[in-house]
């Protein structure tokens, strides 16, 4: 009797985060082959596009799911242009720069995030507040479980990368957002499956939610 091949499923975390962020995302190891993406430091203006080719280089498995946290699921998009994916799974995030919030856009304009002090990324609260869209100062200690790359060169280019994102080659995909995320506001967001009472890092404290509901969304036609 033949064996029935795994689902691989790649996990990108949001930006500055670690694999850590998924500890409680649970697929039924019978049926899918879970691995996890790491951020690589970025080569100065590298373009999304070729940062995107070379986080590509990790995925050994034909047609994966690729679900991205935020800044990854940016990502995993420029990724789904590279390579064929069975699906892309974008959580607390954004599939078109119009779903953007009016301050990246106005900082678009003005540079303004050029001017945000990321030489001081070490600060683990500073960091959380770019990452995590809040602060965090009754949770550092958890945070700093999740938050890894404070590279300034990364979080320069990252921060660069989000603001200029356009979407160039828009590719089919699931988008999950709660109704109480900061970062990009769900009102501006249009057709997602909507988590009430999810803030931008549900992923982390909404977990239930997702071991729930992700199985039946990754092999749903």
């Not at 607390?92 to 990246?104: A, G, L, N, Q």
Request: aromatic fraction near 10%.
């Amino acid at each position: 009797m033949s064996v029935k091949k795994k689902i691989p499923v790649y996990f990108m975390p949001g930006m500055a985060a670690n694999k850590k962020i998924f500890d409680h995302i649970e697929l039924p190891e019978e049926t899918y082959d879970v691995h996890y993406l790491e951020w690589l430091i970025p080569e100065k203006k590298e373009p999304i596009e070729v940062y995107a080719k070379r986080l590509t280089e990790s995925i050994k498995e034909e047609n994966p799911v690729l679900i991205g946290v935020s800044f990854g699921g940016i990502l995993v998009q420029e990724m789904a242009n590279i390579i064929k994916t069975r699906k892309v799974i974008l959580i607390s995030s954004i599939k078109h720069e119009s779903e953007m919030p009016s301050r990246m856009h106005f900082s678009r304009i003005t540079h303004l995030h050029k001017l945000l002090p990321t030489r001081l990324v070490s600060n683990i609260e500073l960091l959380a507040k770019y990452a995590f869209g809040e602060t965090v100062s009754d949770r550092l200690e958890l945070y700093k479980m999740y938050l890894s790359v404070s590279d300034k060169q990364y979080i320069d280019w990252a921060l660069d990368t989000i603001i200029n994102w356009k979407q160039k080659h828009p590719v089919p995909v699931v988008h999950i957002q709660g109704d109480n995320d900061k970062v990009f506001p769900i009102h501006r967001i249009k057709d997602c499956i909507t988590v009430k009472g999810g803030t931008h890092v549900m992923i982390i404290n909404r977990f239930k939610w997702f071991n729930e509901h992700l199985p039946s969304l990754i092999t749903s036609i």
